[in-house]
């Protein structure tokens, strides 16, 4: 939104802003930031099509401009945008080029129409193995020069600056599409009317794309693939549409299945791994034992086989439990979870008859090596997920900031208020200034990034243009480096590489785990394990009687299910997250009902969009005292 009113230009601007029932503040924010600005706030997720067209149906401009939120805008892009359709009455609609939070170009920028020939080359990953083929590299239009202005069949989307005259003619979005395939369809309806869509690289723009982790799951390729159909069956006929559709819902099964496949292993591979590891120590431990210790008889195939593969199972739930497999991986989690489990696996051993104790030993040294072999297993696994040795490897994050002075030192304090991971090495002046503590300015930044090794670069947009910011960006794609932007005056750090966490923002169709039907009952088992291990310490209640009568309640309230350890703190906007029962606990400590209510939805919403069982275990440690006291 900044970078659209970031320069002053002689053209009138009316902004609308339609929000799909979100969750994250943003109508809140923009009311409060730019008030001029025209909002609907949707009450559920209406879609791609719908939403824009509740826009454009109230817009009163000579163009319409359809603009993703996970976009940033050069200084001039809407001037150049303008003077190109004014002197071109043929262009219906226009793109620009775009780019990554990496500087790199996005190929969709330019498509081409998805003909059964197009799909097929695409389906058949013909179009990367000859991109600039006319014939293979069709869909991403690889023929066409990136830095020339050229006719296309297919528009993205994220950028489309519309004559309103044309969508008078051929009316808005096809709402039958809910997401994907509707900008394909209207482009197609633009040349059909005999308008010409225009790639125009003479402005970039940044597109975060936070689309693209989904691109492997099932709800995914269905969703896109049936896009491609609806567009077939409205646009083709005949043997072309019969054997596209028949192509494409081949396509939805063959896609669905490698995702499925692709998901299982993502999936499994960490737990069989570990499996591998605690087994083979457990094993070779026994044997061992066998041979060098005369008071010990031989182990039966039932120790092997039936014994210890259950100490290793069990020792694994408390580690998923734990934490232990959600990425991103803290080894921390791991250990805790092993720790935890063989103190559980020690107990169960010491409740069991005594001609199922084969021996104590075993379970204490195979209990250690878990430890030590866990360790090595989380190390191995997240190198081969990140390529990185290290768990945090923000934490080794080298940071220089671009801004002026006193925009850099409010940029610092931002870092040390949210404890932002990293070493902020200096300050890169944006002009030619040399003088004072810097480490150069924006001419030597090549230099700079190679000297002092920067491996994370923050723009200030306060004292940058973003077309500045872009061909930075763009000049060092190649570079192995992150790039974030600091909105002027703003408490928020905007780039593709961040998380949703405080001080940094970047969020689109957030997925909120506490939903997921796995969590559910992950989060149901761990309250039923709560409140068992709440009566067994009900002892240490005794030392401090006070209110021990809620506390024995509460107890029974976790294992019956009609409270959760964990829960959200009460807010109005708590209703648009998936439902919890009431908590003993908030997901912070610091924060209750009567806090800031902008701090209670952010605390909520994260809670809730980043749950693991980790988290309540973790809270449920720290708070064990005032849980039992």
């Known amino acids: 939104m900044g970078s659209i009113y970031a320069k002053k230009t002689d053209l009138k601007l009316e902004v609308i802003v339609v929000d799909n029932n979100s969750v994250d503040g943003s109508v809140q924010l923009i009311k409060s930031k730019f008030p001029q600005v025209k909002c609907i706030a949707n009450t559920e997720n209406v879609g791609f099509s719908k939403a824009n067209n509740q826009a454009m149906g109230i817009a009163l401009g000579k163009y319409q401009l359809i603009l993703n939120p996970d976009t940033v805008l050069e200084q001039n892009t809407l001037p150049l945008c303008f003077e190109y359709m004014e002197q071109n009455p043929t262009a219906g609609a226009l793109g620009v080029r775009m780019i990554d939070g990496n500087g790199t170009f996005l190929p969709e920028s330019k498509r081409g129409l998805p003909t059964p020939a197009v799909a097929f080359y695409k389906m058949a990953l ?14 991403h239009a690889g023929y066409l020069a990136e830095d020339e202005i050229n006719e296309v069949d297919v528009l993205s989307g994220a950028f489309m600056f519309i004559r309103t005259a044309v969508l008078d003619k051929i009316g808005f979005f096809d709402e039958t599409y809910f997401m994907y395939g509707e ?27 936070g689309e693209s982790t989904k691109r492997k799951t099932v709800n995914y390729v269905r969703t896109f693939y049936n896009a491609m159909i609806i567009f077939a069956q409205t646009h083709y006929t005949g043997t072309n549409q019969k054997w596209m559709v028949y192509f494409l819902q081949f396509a939805i099964w063959a896609r669905a299945g490698v995702a499925l496949i692709q998901r299982l292993l993502e999936k499994v591979w960490a737990p069989l791994l570990d499996i591998v590891v605690l087994y083979s120590g457990f094993y070779f431990l026994a044997k061992y034992w066998e041979v060098y210790n005369r008071f010990v008889q031989y182990y039966s195939d039932e120790y092997y086989f039936g014994h210890l593969p259950l100490y290793v199972i069990l020792l694994l739930i408390i580690v998923k439990l734990s934490g232990g497999y959600s990425f991103p991986y803290k080894l921390y989690r791991s250990q ?46 997240n190198y081969f997920k990140t390529g990185a040795w290290e768990f945090n490897p923000e934490k080794n994050q080298r940071i220089a900031i671009m801004a002026q002075e006193s925009e850099y030192n409010r940029v610092v304090q931002l870092f040390e208020k949210v404890g ?23 001419e030597q930044l090549k230099d700079i990034i190679s000297i002092y090794r920067i491996n994370e670069l923050i723009f200030c947009a306060k004292d940058l243009p973003s077309e500045k910011i872009i061909k930075w960006m763009s000049d060092l794609s190649n570079e192995d480096i992150k790039y974030k932007i600091v909105p002027a005056e703003s408490e928020f750090i905007v780039g593709s590489h961040s998380k949703n966490a405080q001080g940094e923002l970047f969020s689109i169709d957030i997925q909120m785990l506490i939903g997921k039907e796995e969590n559910r009952l992950k989060k149901r088992l761990l309250d039923f394990l709560f409140g068992l291990l709440l009566l067994i310490l009900l002892p240490l209640s005794l030392i401090k009687p006070k209110k021990i009568g809620t506390k024995i309640a509460n107890a029974f309230a976790l ?27 908030f997901p912070a400590s610091k924060v209750n009902a009567s806090s800031n209510s902008a701090t209670i939805n952010r605390v909520n919403f994260l809670y809730a969009k980043d749950y693991t069982p980790g988290i309540d275990l973790e809270l449920f440690i720290k708070n064990l005292k005032k849980l039992t006291y």
């Open 559 to 585: 294992i019956w299910g009609s409270k959760t350890l964990i829960s959200y703190v009460p807010a109005p906007d708590i209703k648009k997250l998936p439902p919890l029962k009431q908590g003993l606990l």
């Open 420 to 442: 932002k991971e990293g070493k902020v090495i200096g300050n890169i002046s944006p002009d030619h200034n040399k003088e004072g503590d810097l480490l150069g300015s924006a």
């Open 126 to 139: 013909l179009n990367k193995l000859f991109p600039k083929s006319q014939t293979f590299g069709r869909y």
């Open 336 to 381: 805790r979870g092993i720790i935890l489990g063989s103190l559980i696996l020690i107990a169960i051993y010491g409740l069991l008859p005594k001609d199922m104790q084969f021996s104590r030993a075993i379970v204490l040294l195979g209990s250690l090596w878990s430890l030590i072999g866990i360790s090595i297993s989380r190390y191995l696994i």
């Open 183 to 209: 900008d394909i369809d209207l482009s197609y309806r633009i040349t059909k009317a005999g308008y010409n869509n225009i790639y125009f690289p003479k402005s970039t723009i940044i597109h975060y794309k």
